[in-house]
């Protein structure tokens, strides 16, 4: 079974970067999709970025594209989410998760294992 957790999470003031990982045990890394969800307050879940080895798939949301950049390491069993020019409103739990495909529509239904999360909060 896949574990996932996540880390790199904190305060940090708008305009500056932060390094989300995603570290997987149990299974390898590469044979899953991981994207990256957020959960805001009193919003609700969205995808934000997904990495597909094996179809070489990557794929962001409008909001993040041009910001952030998704990548693996497969000798780390590791996803990253490098996030820069951070806005007050990427704000948010981030949650990494597996799932056989990288869905467009971020369709959580597809998700097989689900990270525990780690808070960004970008303020000044």
């Known amino acids: 079974q896949l574990q996932l957790v996540e880390s790199g999470g904190g305060l940090v003031q708008p305009g500056g970067s932060l390094r989300l990982s995603c570290v997987a045990s149990g299974e390898r890394l590469d044979y899953y999709a991981i994207a990256w969800f957020r959960q805001a307050p009193g919003k609700e879940r969205e995808g934000v970025s997904c990495?597909?080895?094996?179809?070489?798939?990557?794929d962001y949301v409008a909001s993040v594209k041009g910001r952030f950049t998704i990548s693996s390491d497969n000798a780390k069993n590791t996803v990253f989410l490098q996030m820069n020019n951070l806005k007050p409103e990427d704000t948010a739990v981030y949650y990494c998760a597996a799932s056989p495909f990288c869905y467009s529509d971020y369709d959580e239904d597809e998700v097989n294992y689900w990270g525990q999360g780690t808070q960004v909060t970008v303020s000044s």
């Open positions: 990495i597909s080895e094996s179809d070489g798939d990557i």
